[in-house]
């Protein structure tokens, strides 16, 4: 298994207030990405990152930022949450942009 | 818009017999895809996946078939064991324009003992 932590796994936080969601990878990888898991939607990509400091928006971007500081860890950030980002996040990484991606255990995020 | 389409939500196979999820895809510059299997509270596992140049891909139990022209790829599993329940989900990139996966919105495959 790629080693591909996430932090928490679980939070219940209210309407309005800061959450940051970290994940860690061990294996070096240069693509980090961060997805979200609705029903009826699959798996949809909020942001990635290509490399440290470099990071470029998905689809579902909208009242999230991200941030990568070193190549292991890269943090999601709802800077006021809304309880339409009730979700699983999934964190995953590859080696190379759109080659195969391996996914860490998720966050499940309640706001109420 | 949904670029990759699940349209069958659920499946149920009787043990030992093949399981066959679909998946359709809009986009024409697509040349890679994959399926993953996700179990309940945990990440999306990789599977098998497929190069645009081939047309089946195997791996024990699991074959994978693209048909470009009906921009159309299926996942066969033989035969099919009550482990294989969870949800499967296809995805799809454009390697050579971007880094970025498309998923469809999995199927829920149980297979019954």
């Known amino acids: 298994d790629a080693g591909i932590t996430q932090s928490p796994r679980h939070k219940v936080t209210e309407t309005g207030t800061p959450v940051t969601l970290r994940c860690h990878q061990t294996e070096n990888h240069r693509y980090m990405y961060w997805y979200r898991q609705d029903p009826g939607h699959g798996l949809r990509l909020i942001h990635y990152?290509?490399?440290?400091?470099?990071?470029d928006k998905g689809e579902v971007s909208d009242g999230y930022s991200v941030s990568r500081s070193k190549t292991e860890d890269f943090l999601l950030t709802l800077e006021s949450a809304t309880s339409s980002q009730t979700s699983v996040y999934f964190c995953?990484?590859?080696?190379?942009?759109?080659?195969?991606?391996?996914f860490g255990p998720g966050t499940r995020l309640t706001v109420l | 818009d949904q670029q990759v389409k699940q349209n069958s939500p659920s499946l149920s196979v009787q043990e030992g017999r093949i399981s066959i999820l679909n998946c359709d895809y809009t986009?024409?510059?697509?040349?890679?895809f994959l399926w993953y299997k996700k179990y309940p509270a945990e990440g999306p596992t990789f599977l098998i996946s497929i190069s645009s140049i081939k047309d089946k891909n195997e791996d024990g139990r699991f074959t994978v078939f693209l048909n470009k022209s009906a921009k159309h790829l299926s996942l066969h599993i033989v035969p099919s064991q009550p482990g294989d329940s969870a949800v499967y989900f296809c995805?799809?990139?454009?390697?050579?324009?971007?880094?970025?996966?498309?998923f469809g919105t999995g199927t829920s495959l149980t297979v019954i003992p």
């Open positions: 990152s290509y490399g440290v400091k470099d990071t």
């Open positions: 995805a799809a990139s454009a390697r050579n324009t971007g880094n970025q996966f498309y």
């Open positions: 995953a990484i590859s080696g190379q942009g759109a080659d195969t991606q391996y």
């Open positions: 986009n024409s510059m697509f040349d890679y």
